[in-house]
């Protein structure tokens, strides 16, 4: 046929596009070597597909990640469309970036190895060896850049125009050609497929080609119906028999009453050896309809396997005529499929149920599945029909009127041509399955939720019951459950036990780690007021712990370089800390204290500033002068710096406990001019260096402040005041103790 011009496009006479086909199989070509069309026909049509399947999932990808609504790397989301899942490794553009690499070949292995094994429905279906030495890898680059830059399986154009079919049947024309005469037994050419529909106007009916191949005659037929106004749904294609051959499966459950216990049987009737099929005896031995025989037995087991009876229960048996011998196909995949034959168990190489031309085997069958075939007791066939001769079987319409009357009767001895098949159970009610969930884990103190599941092969309801403390007593009732975390840290078993209706049980236990909680220790209590050196200073904290179960000591800082055990009191693990403490020197001291559980954890430290020992016979102080109060000192201007002066006496008088005296302080660069109205202490050290005061005052004659002097008679004299307001924020501090420039600061003993 002459090529012919049409819509800019050349098209040859079977309509496949010219073009991109022949550049397709022209660098194709240079492949081949001394490989012969057969090779390198699966390199080609091998490329051609993992371009199409890319192509369609980059599609799916970019409409998944324009949606928004789910994760464009899930694999189930392009299930449920229907498109292939194209792992990372088989995505074109990694192979079209490493066109030019000679690793290309061993990419493209490792691209077909990854879409088989995440499309199981593809396993052992693509072509491989794309990495051998014998293939030009230059050239298998060339031929990746080539699909790349033509063909876009995914846009509109190609969608509309087929152009995977009709590359796919360009190249198998060509392929055929190469090959001669071999390649008609694979490749039709399109345009004698469109003659015979065209003869044959499919409008509708069936379509039976048990030769389907690519499936040419049915694209063919649809494309004839909608362009003669038809229904694509008015027309059924099949590839293999054309009718249901076999009369229907019934599934029935049953229950033992006393036990509760469950098993389906399936009563079957394939079709006979005899019988007229569309696909021909494969004179295999395994007689006429051996593939109708062994499609029922696959699609009978995946059926059984989806659960018709709505049980739940594993234990199935198959029974019936099968009309297939023990090792025919139709009992091959029944066995494939996870059963078991009981007559071979039980019977052996010996057993049968039926004679024909003088040869004995076994037509009839009781088929387990594994779980079922463990409740077996006894399988046996009860010889009452396959011995006897023909004469004396069921049938009536070969007998004569005397055969009949003289020796037919209406008895078991004349049921059929086949022995019964009897199969004996110890039904077992399976125990319920569970699983205690976990491991689980917390804090000491959590109230841990502890959830079971399960479930009971027969279908009944199931119950749950827990051992919390693993001592062999299941006391507390529900699936989900409160387990109190007492102590930590270590693990504990817990115990659930599952019952059925029957009360058939079983067990499963987990582990629950409780981690240890620290103590929590809150604020010392401690003397608010000076105490008078010689005096005992008592404090006290209390304490809490998640860990009810825990026990605890403490430690006291008395902030004299001495500490001591702290006296604990407590219940359930928390409780209070104290101590006593004499001191052996007038000072300010800070005290700090801390709780350890018994399992070695540190509580929080807590502080308490200061505890105030005083000596009203250590002496007093005198001071006044001048500093340079440093930038930073003054709150509400860090900036200013300049002259301050200072002057004070503190002392206690006879028999007081509180001290008196004056102090003023004057930071002349901002007007600051205070002066106190009270003393709280006097604190003067043992060696009579040194003096700590505290007390009241206002500034500029208004207010209410507390203020602090340390003041030092040393070589230099050193002198620092912190002043702060009431609410604790500071109005100022020069930092630091700080030598005097002028005056004198004497400590009196």
Not at 127 to 156: C, H, M, Q, W
Not at 209 to 236: L, N, T, W, Y
Not at 571 to 587: I, K, P, V
């Amino acid at each position: 046929m002459p090529i012919k011009k049409k819509n800019g496009k050349n098209q040859n006479g079977n309509g496949a596009l010219l073009g991109i086909e022949n550049e397709l199989w022209e660098a194709a070509d240079k492949l081949r070597g001394h490989l012969d069309a057969a090779e390198y026909k699966s390199v080609v049509l091998g490329l051609i597909f993992l371009k199409y399947v890319s192509d369609i999932f980059e599609q799916v990808r970019e409409r998944v990640e324009n949606e928004g609504l789910d994760d464009p790397e899930d694999r189930d989301v392009y299930l449920a469309v229907r498109s292939f899942w194209v792992p990372k490794e088989a995505r074109w553009k990694i192979l079209q970036d490493s066109a030019k690499h000679e690793s290309i070949g061993n990419l493209i292995d490792k691209a077909m190895e990854a879409i088989e094994r995440d499309n199981p429905s593809l396993r052992g279906m693509l072509p491989g060896n794309y990495g051998r030495a014998t293939l030009d890898k230059r050239r298998l680059g060339d031929l990746v850049d080539l699909v790349s830059n033509k063909i876009n399986f995914a846009d509109e154009e190609s969608r509309k125009q087929d152009t995977l079919g009709r590359v796919y049947e360009y190249f198998l024309s060509q392929f055929a050609s190469q090959e001669g005469r071999k390649g008609g037994e694979f490749y039709t050419p399109r345009s004698v497929v469109r003659v015979l529909v065209e003869m044959l106007a499919p409008y509708k009916g069936r379509v039976f080609d048990p030769c389907c191949g690519s499936g040419g005659m049915f694209v063919q037929s649809e494309k004839f119906a909608e362009a003669h106004g038809g229904r694509i749904g008015d027309i059924s294609v099949y590839g293999g028999d054309t009718t249901a051959r076999n009369r229907p499966s019934l599934a029935q459950a049953f229950e033992e009453v006393s036990t509760g216990a469950h098993f389906i049987v399936d009563v079957n009737h394939l079709k006979s050896k005899g019988s007229a099929c569309d696909v021909p005896d494969a004179m295999d031995g395994q007689g006429n309809c051996s593939i109708v025989r062994t499609n029922s037995a696959i699609t009978l087991t995946n059926w059984l396997a989806s659960d018709p009876t709505g049980t739940g229960d594993p234990d199935v048996l198959i029974i019936g005529d099968l009309n297939s011998y023990a090792m025919e196909d139709p009992i091959i995949a029944i066995l494939n499929a996870g059963y078991e034959n009981l007559i071979f168990q039980f019977g052996g190489l010996n057993a049968y149920s039926y004679v024909f031309d003088g040869q004995w085997g076994y037509l009839d069958h009781a088929l387990s599945t594994t779980s079922l075939s463990s409740q077996v007791a006894s399988v046996a066939e009860w010889h009452i029909n396959s011995d006897e001769p023909s004469v004396l079987d069921y049938n009536t319409e070969y007998k004569s009127a005397g055969q009949i009357t003289s020796l037919y009767a209406p008895d078991e001895f004349r049921i059929a041509d086949h022995d019964p098949v009897l199969v004996d159970f110890n039904l077992v009610n399976d125990p319920p399955t569970v699983d205690a969930g976990g491991p689980y884990s917390g804090n000491e103190g959590d109230s841990i939720t502890l959830t079971a599941t399960g479930s009971d092969p027969e279908g009944t309801a199931v119950t749950f019951t827990w051992d919390l403390d693993n001592n062999g007593t299941y006391e507390t009732s529900g699936q989900s459950v409160a387990f109190a975390a007492l102590d930590g840290t270590q693990d504990y078993t817990v115990n659930v036990m599952a019952s059925d209706a029957f009360s058939v049980t079983a067990t499963a236990s987990a582990t629950v780690h409780v981690e240890n909680v620290a103590p929590v220790l809150g604020a010392i209590t401690a003397p608010a007021a000076p105490v008078a050196l010689g005096t005992a200073a008592n404090i006290s904290a209390l304490f809490s712990d998640a860990g009810v179960l825990d026990t605890h000591t403490g430690l006291i800082n008395w902030g004299d370089g001495s500490s001591s055990a702290a006296v604990v009191t407590e219940t359930n693990g928390s409780g209070s800390a104290a101590g006593s403490h004499q001191y052996a020197e007038a000072g300010v001291y800070r005290i700090s204290m801390t709780v350890t559980d018994k399992d070695g954890a540190l509580s929080n430290e807590v502080v308490y500033e200061y505890v105030i020992v005083y000596d009203p016979s250590a002496g007093f102080v005198t001071g006044g002068g001048w500093i340079t109060s440093p930038a930073g000192a003054y709150a509400l201007d860090p900036t200013l710096s300049g002259k301050a002066t200072f002057g004070f006496v503190s002392r206690y008088k006879k028999g007081a406990s509180v001290p008196t005296g004056n102090t003023t302080f004057q930071f002349h660069a901002a007007g600051f001019n205070f002066s106190s109205t009270s003393y709280e202490w006097l604190v003067v050290n043992q060696g009579g260096t040194n003096a700590q005061f505290k007390g009241t005052g206002t500034i500029n004659g208004e207010g209410s402040y507390q203020f602090m002097i340390w003041a030092s008679d040393g070589n230099p004299d050193t002198f620092r005041i912190k002043i702060t307001a009431t609410d604790g924020s500071l109005v100022y501090d020069n930092g630091v103790s700080q030598a005097i420039s002028g005056g004198s600061i004497i400590v009196h003993k």
